[in-house]
């Protein structure tokens, strides 16, 4: 619709037959949830970002306070170390994940405490050589 309402023409008038001249084209007749109700929502109190929420979660997004991102982030990181293919990356991943550790825990944002403290490096080190030696992987030390 890149039509602009003519001068001297009632908006409201122009609106209808826009809507009536899409009708009259089928522009509507394949739209999906014809027919049926709108869904409602199980909650009894009314949320003013009810669409903010709904569209959110279909896009996969959450906004977490920054500890418990940091915290989930951290989480992912151990992780990632011990599924590394060479004890490079595990050490490059670790150093990354502590340096962000480091600082939350130093300069703490607003929000609950993060309950982290940065990876001991050659421990999570030592568990990735003895995951590796069981799984039969190579030594990879790549250091």
């Known amino acids: 619709m890149t039509e602009r309402k003519p001068p001297g023409v009632d908006f ?7 809507i009536r001249d899409a009708e009259a084209r089928g522009e509507f007749e394949q739209l999906a949830g014809v027919g049926k109700p709108l869904p409602r929502e199980v909650e009894t109190t009314y949320d003013e970002l009810w669409w903010v929420k709904r ?30 293919p060479s004890e490079r990356i595990v050490r490059k991943i670790l150093t990354e994940i502590n340096a962000k550790i480091s600082d ?32 039969g992987g190579s030594d990879g030390s790549g250091v």
């Open 55 to 84: 569209k959110m979660a279909r896009e996969g997004f959450s906004v977490l306070p920054p500890t418990l991102a940091l915290r989930k982030e951290a989480e992912d990181a151990l992780e990632a170390a011990l599924a590394a």
């Open 12 to 18: 409201e008038s122009w609106v209808d037959k826009q």
């Open 104 to 135: 939350m825990m130093f300069k703490p944002p607003p929000g609950p405490p993060l309950g982290k403290k940065p990876y001991d490096v050659e421990d999570v080190v030592g568990q990735w050589r003895e995951r590796r030696a069981a799984t």
